[in-house]
């Protein structure tokens, strides 16, 4: 082998290299910009002191906006529908008052930082709105599925089971 052989080889393997290099760097810089935008939507049952509201929370506790892509709401373990105008109907219409509802239909976003009630009653007290509180912590189950603005990854928010 001459110079010129060896010298060409070693050129070719740093190139090869320098292309590995950047290529890791980009997928890298690329999955970091995903993640700075990454919603996290978070659902809470909130209940604080007797003569508060209290309800079923949503926060996007995540640094970018969620979109939202569906929902799955189950009562008593069936299958009622999206979280909407018509499955609210199904659920609230029998309950002896009608707590305040905030539908999260397909294309909606929760910005970054933002909370919504999804169920909320102004004014709860444990004697008169038990069946509130049973409601969304044992009868009710909805599930967000949602994406970043980037798209594509199914993220879900459920309550947290007690």
Same mark, same amino acid.
């Given at each position: 082998?001459?110079?010129?052989?060896?010298?060409?080889?070693?050129?070719? #393997?740093?190139?090869?290299?320098?292309? +590995?290099?950047?290529?890791?760097?980009?997928?890298?810089?690329?999955?970091?910009?995903?993640? #700075?935008?990454?919603?996290?939507? /978070?659902?809470?049952?909130?209940?604080?002191?007797?003569?508060?509201?209290?309800?079923?929370?949503?926060?996007?506790?995540?640094?970018?906006?969620?979109?939202?892509?569906?929902?799955?709401?189950?009562?008593?373990?069936?299958?009622?529908?999206? +979280?909407?105008?018509? #499955?609210?109907?199904?659920?609230?219409?029998?309950?002896?008052?009608?707590?305040?509802?905030?539908?999260?239909?397909?294309?909606?976003?929760?910005?970054?930082?933002?909370?919504? @009630?999804?169920?909320?009653?102004?004014?709860?007290?444990?004697?008169?709105?038990?069946?509130?509180?049973?409601?969304?912590?044992?009868?009710? /189950?909805?599930?967000?599925?949602?994406?970043?603005?980037?798209?594509?990854?199914? @993220?879900?928010?459920?309550?947290?089971?007690?």
């Amino acid at each position: 082998m001459d110079s010129d052989t060896i010298i060409a080889t070693a050129a070719t #393997t740093i190139a090869l290299g320098s292309l +590995w290099v950047s290529y890791t760097q980009t997928r890298a810089t690329r999955l970091h910009n995903r993640q #700075t935008v990454r919603p996290l939507l /978070v659902m809470r049952r909130v209940k604080e002191r007797e003569g508060h509201e209290a309800g079923l929370l949503v926060i996007n506790a995540g640094l970018g906006p969620a979109v939202v892509t569906s929902s799955v709401v189950h009562l008593d373990g069936e299958y009622v529908g999206q +979280w909407n105008y018509h #499955t609210q109907e199904r659920v609230l219409a029998p309950l002896p008052v009608r707590p305040k509802a905030h539908s999260l239909r397909p294309g909606a976003a929760v910005l970054a930082g933002q909370s919504t @009630f999804l169920l909320h009653l102004d004014e709860f007290a444990e004697n008169q709105h038990g069946w509130f509180w049973d409601l969304i912590t044992r009868r009710l /189950v909805i599930e967000i599925q949602y994406e970043s603005l980037y798209g594509g990854e199914d @993220f879900r928010a459920t309550p947290p089971l007690f």
